[in-house]
């Protein structure tokens, strides 16, 4: 079964730093991967994602990601944080299509915390 | 603006009574979804639809219902079987082409009294 382990429970960095937030799966095949933002009693945002070619992906935001099969990961990427950036983000990695639904897998989440 | 509306953003319920939360979306997906998040955890799948009157059972089903009789509307009901119900509920869609991402709506927050 697909799983997606997020080991950063939370992080916290300074404002016009650089941020990287990790990603592991595990799945068989070629997975369909994405990065989701959730700000406080908010729905999710689509920051990015990943199906083929180009393993660095540009989202929205200033939001980057690599996805490197050798190592199962694909972990988000912002050059420089802004107060704004501070939500929890989520990966998911898109299951076994049955019939054309997309049921996604998520991990526990990251908890940014920006300082000013 | 197309999207998908979530309604009431916070709802109430007296333990041993049902309560359904609407969905509702204008972005002509086929595909809708119900998952729960409990604080510091993941989003866990309910329930799936990819087409009217079509669904089938995510991870966590037991306690659940939906419909679909709108290609529009996907209803969840939390029964009085749901053991613990209170938790935030995210509904999403998304078309079916093969790696097609969901789009959510703002949540439900549905706290058991």
């Known amino acids: 079964a697909q799983s997606v382990t997020q080991p950063d429970i939370h992080i916290t960095v300074s404002e016009g730093a650089s941020l990287e937030l990790r990603c592991n799966y595990s799945?068989?095949?070629?997975?369909?991967l994405f990065w989701y933002v959730q700000s406080p009693g908010q729905g999710l945002q689509l920051l990015l994602k990943?199906?083929?070619?180009?393993?660095l992906v540009q989202g929205i935001k200033g939001f980057e990601a690599e996805f490197k099969r050798s190592q199962s990961s694909f972990n988000l990427r912002k050059p420089s944080v802004h107060w704004s950036d501070a939500a929890e983000y989520f990966c998911?990695?898109?299951?076994?299509?049955?019939?054309?639904?997309?049921?996604?897998?998520f991990g526990q989440g990251t908890r940014l915390t920006i300082n000013p | 603006d197309g999207g998908i509306t979530q309604s009431p953003k916070y709802l109430f319920r007296k333990e041993g009574q049902n309560v359904t939360l609407s969905c509702e979306q204008n972005?002509?997906?086929?595909?809708m979804y119900w998952y729960r998040q409990d604080p510091g955890q993941g989003l866990r799948l309910i329930y799936y639809?990819?087409?009217?009157?079509?669904?089938q059972k995510g991870d966590i089903a037991e306690g659940y219902s939906v419909s679909r009789e709108k290609k529009e509307s996907f209803p969840l009901t939390v029964t009085s079987a749901q053991k613990n119900p209170t938790a935030f509920y995210l509904c999403?869609?998304?078309?079916?082409?093969?790696?097609?991402?969901?789009?959510f709506g703002q949540g439900t927050r549905l706290t058991v009294v």
């Open positions: 999403a869609s998304s078309i079916m082409v093969q790696g097609g991402p969901a789009f």
């Open positions: 799945y068989g095949a070629t997975p369909y």
């Open positions: 990943y199906f083929s070619g180009d393993t």
């Open positions: 998911a990695v898109g299951q076994e299509r049955l019939q054309g639904a997309q049921k996604l897998v």
């Open positions: 972005l002509n997906h086929d595909a």
């Open positions: 639809s990819q087409i009217v009157n079509d669904f």
